[in-house]
């Protein structure tokens, strides 16, 4: 069954409404997810008599002259997408949304909404350790910088000094950051920015490298939250100071189609620590 979104869900999907369930195996393996309880409710009043002459198959409707598409928006880069949305047939009230691989196609498992935002229908998916961590409070519907939590300078410093530091009796910083992990990243990007290697740096007196800055994809104020550390090479990308300060402080949609690109590079981490890329992405939508 479904479950309308709680408070907690709607501030951080900034919804109006919204619906939830899991994607069972079945669904998955048929490419097709029945609208059921609050989940019809909504998009039944929220679409009205759209619906009303898509029944029966997709040549059916369009034998009516009818698209059976219908146009939603996927979260959370609100990018439309169409996908056909009707009832099924010898059953009028079963209505349902068919999936398409490359829009929108959760795995079993997860789990998908729908919910209405600025006048429109949205799309989500999301980890059950993500639904977890909206509706605890964990983490901050409106403030991208809370969530983030900027990377100490200190450290970043020293990631571009060719010694270890002196002056510390260790090398493993707040939240357990490790210096030699940290420049594992670095190297192995080449320093690089994975970002926006276009966008102009310098060259670190100390290293002779460019001055690089290293950035947890999810970040490490989440670590108490996790068992598996995130303090590992695939959660570290490296990045020039500019793009570092993007991530943080910057519109999403300057930033977005690359982070997706850097995202699915890591997709095996991601989900080895149980989210899904959109759990990821959500962080920096906000």
């Known amino acids: 069954m479904s479950e309308s979104f709680t408070p907690a869900m709607e501030r951080f999907f900034h919804a109006k409404r919204g619906a939830y369930s899991v994607v069972t195996n079945d669904e998955y393996n048929k490419s097709q997810i029945t609208f059921v309880g609050s989940e019809q409710e909504l998009v039944e009043d929220f679409l009205g008599s759209e619906l009303d002459q898509r029944h029966g198959s997709i040549a059916a409707i369009q034998a009516l002259g009818i698209d059976p598409d219908l146009e939603y928006r996927l979260f959370p880069s609100g990018r439309p997408i169409y996908l056909t949305t009707s009832y099924k047939t010898n059953k009028p009230r079963e209505l349902r949304l068919y999936l398409r691989v490359g829009q929108f196609k959760p795995d079993p498992g997860w789990f998908w909404g729908v919910f209405e935002r600025e006048g429109s229908l949205w799309l989500c998916e999301m980890s059950p350790d993500m639904l977890q961590k909206i509706n605890s409070g964990l983490l901050d519907p409106i403030d991208r910088v809370e969530n983030l939590e900027p990377e100490i300078d200190d450290y970043q410093f ?129």
């Open 158 to 286: 020293d990631l571009n000094n060719a010694k270890a530091p002196d002056k510390k009796k260790s090398e493993v910083y707040q939240y357990g950051r490790d210096r030699k992990v940290a420049l594992q990243a670095l190297s192995r990007a080449r320093f690089s920015c994975e970002l926006f290697p276009e966008y102009p740096t310098f060259v670190s007196r100390s290293s002779g490298n460019s001055f690089m800055e290293a950035h947890h994809l999810i970040p490490m104020k989440l670590q108490d939250s996790f068992e598996k550390s995130l303090d590992v090479l695939d959660n570290i990308c490296c990045l020039n100071p500019l793009s570092h300060r993007m991530v943080h402080f910057g519109a999403y949609n300057a930033f977005e189609e690359r982070l997706v690109s850097i995202v699915r590079l890591r997709s095996d981490f991601i989900r080895s620590v149980g989210w899904i890329e959109d759990d990821v992405l959500a962080l920096y939508a906000i």
